[in-house]
Each structure stands twice: as C-alpha cells, then as structure tokens.
C-alpha cells in the first residue's frame, strides 16, 4: 500500500509544532488493519485532531493499493 500526501498534512500544526513526517508515520503505523478505501479519511480524521479541527493549507491524501500479482512482469 502507498499512501500519498500534499505539505497541507505534514505541515498540519499544533501550537506552532509541526506533524511533520514521522508524526505521519506514527499515525499511519496505527492503522495498518484500516481497509485501503477508509484510510484517507482516517488520516484526515488524525490531522485535524492533531490540529484541534484547523487545516491552513490544502490537504490531499490518496491510498493506491496494488491488486494484481507480486513478482516480476511475464
């Protein structure tokens, strides 16, 4: 799974601090079971609590999920 996102959730701040990466990735590692179709809402669910419901940039999260096969190309 590949989770995409603009500066908006990285950026998101609290207090003057920002999420930053590995506020992103800690969020993300506690939702490794949420269904691929649900966890763009869930991180913006997670950046708006971190920010006390305030977004000040543009925020665009997107889940791309490989179906097809593992392995090299046939």
Known sequence: R???V???VTEARRN?????E???LKMLRKM?????????QRVLNGVLH??????HDDTVILT???TGPVGPPQ
């Open 2 to 4: 590949l989770v995409l």
């Open 6 to 8: 603009t500066d908006g």
């Open 16 to 20: 003057g601090r920002l999420l930053g």
């Open 22 to 24: 590995e506020g992103l």
């Open 32 to 40: 490794t079971r949420t269904r691929p179709a649900r966890l763009p």
């Open 50 to 55: 971190y920010t006390g419901g305030h977004l």
């Open 64 to 66: 791309v999920v490989r």
